[in-house]
T-cell receptor, first 110, second 113 residues
């Protein structure tokens, strides 16, 4: 079993919908949680960064971390066609490298 | 530079050849990571530097892979006797220190024919 599990999708939603992306993990030592967006043939772009449990909001994006359930989420409000990409969750223990999920492919249709 | 820079962006090499991939991190970032990404997969950890030293090289798949960061800035990933299975996108990331967010470059797409 991988340490980070993420449904690869694909996930298709109409423009304006609320998107929910999720990851589960098995290592209770993870402290730092990130979401990256990756467009085709590009490097991952950092979207959200959170430390420990709780919520963080940045514009249309909200990241949630529930350490008791080992579950993290990314919500995208008012989704746009330009949000179509692969979304990668990543997490780490301080002093160690990032562990990634497989990524969820999202398509927002006009 | 403003971001992490990786060169070349694309590299095609013949099976059995030696290749070097370069990463120039964000200025002042002490931590540097190498990852490998195959189609449809998330990035797979290879090696992580803190300063000049390799803090964790447990992700290197075998002894054909080696990486250096002699002055604590630019890093080079070296692959000897390349195999077709080495074909992937090689990503580099840097972060200000061990506990903060990591920023990625655009990657080097390596194709071994």
């Amino acid at each position: 079993q991988k340490e980070v599990e993420q449904d690869p999708g694909p996930l298709s939603v109409p423009e304006g919908a609320i998107v929910s992306l999720n990851c589960t993990y098995s290592n209770s030592a993870f402290q730092y949680f990130m979401w990256y967006r990756q467009y085709s043939r590009k490097g991952p772009e950092l979207l959200m960064y959170t430390y420990s449990s709780g919520n963080k909001e940045d514009g249309r994006f909200t990241a949630q971390v529930d350490k008791s359930s080992k579950y993290i989420s990314l919500f995208i409000r008012d989704s746009q066609p330009s949000d179509s990409a692969t979304y990668l969750c990543a997490m780490k223990v301080s002093g160690y490298a990032l562990n990634f999920g497989k990524g969820t492919s999202l398509l927002v249709t006009p | 530079g403003a971001g992490v820079s990786q060169t070349p962006s694309n590299k095609v090499t013949e099976k059995g050849k030696y290749v070097e991939l370069r990463c120039d991190p964000i200025s002042g970032h002490t931590a540097l990571y190498w990852y490998r990404q195959s189609l449809g997969q998330g990035p797979e950890f290879l090696i992580y530097f803190q300063g000049t030293g390799a803090a964790d090289d447990s992700g290197l798949p075998n002894d054909r892979f080696f990486a250096v960061r002699p002055e604590g800035s630019v890093s080079t990933l070296k692959i000897q006797r390349t195999e077709r299975g080495d074909s992937a996108v090689y990503l580099c990331a840097s972060s200000p220190n061990m506990g903060t967010e990591a920023f990625f470059g655009q990657g080097t797409r390596l194709t071994v024919v």
